[in-house]
């Protein structure tokens, strides 16, 4: 179990298979954060605040019974704000790593069997939801990174 473990946390992580989410966010040109690359497409600033809403979702219903989920689909999708502030993307950065910070322990938590189905949840493991965010992690840093060389700050 330690080595699914392991596995699972070098993925949460990023730069197995796909870049760091670290490396993704790196030296992102401030102006770009809340520029559209093409007006079909979703800001970066948007994507990471996606990316955090979904995780502490997921993180939350593996650990709080009582956790109730945002509305599908838009409760998952922030609205453009025309004046995205500093604040704003610093209080996004910080929930995103903290939420993945706190997947991370649970998953190294060695009294957690991963592969026991969630008590509350009577039909998924801790397994699938972890895989779930990785997964959806991995998708939208490449989101991320595709709208930064559009906008030619990768």
Known sequence: MDVLKE?????????QASVPVEQALKNITPSL?????????HTIW????????TQEDILQY??????????WPDGYWPQHVEKLTDQ?????????????????????NPELNILEI???AKI????????I???????HIGKIIDIRKALGDW
């Open 7 to 15: 596995h699972l946390v070098n993925s949460l992580k990023g730069g």
């Open 33 to 41: 954060r809340n520029v559209k690359s093409n007006e079909k497409l």
């Open 46 to 53: 948007q994507e990471l605040e996606h990316l955090r809403i």
């Open 62 to 71: 593996m650990i709080n019974p009582d956790w109730v989920s945002p509305k």
């Open 88 to 108: 704003i993307w610093d209080s996004t950065y910080a929930g995103f790593f903290n939420d993945l910070n706190s997947v991370i322990d649970l998953t190294q």
């Open 118 to 120: 969630i008590p509350h």
């Open 124 to 131: 998924h493991t801790y397994l699938r939801e972890i895989t």
């Open 133 to 139: 965010i990785i997964e959806h992690n991995a998708y």
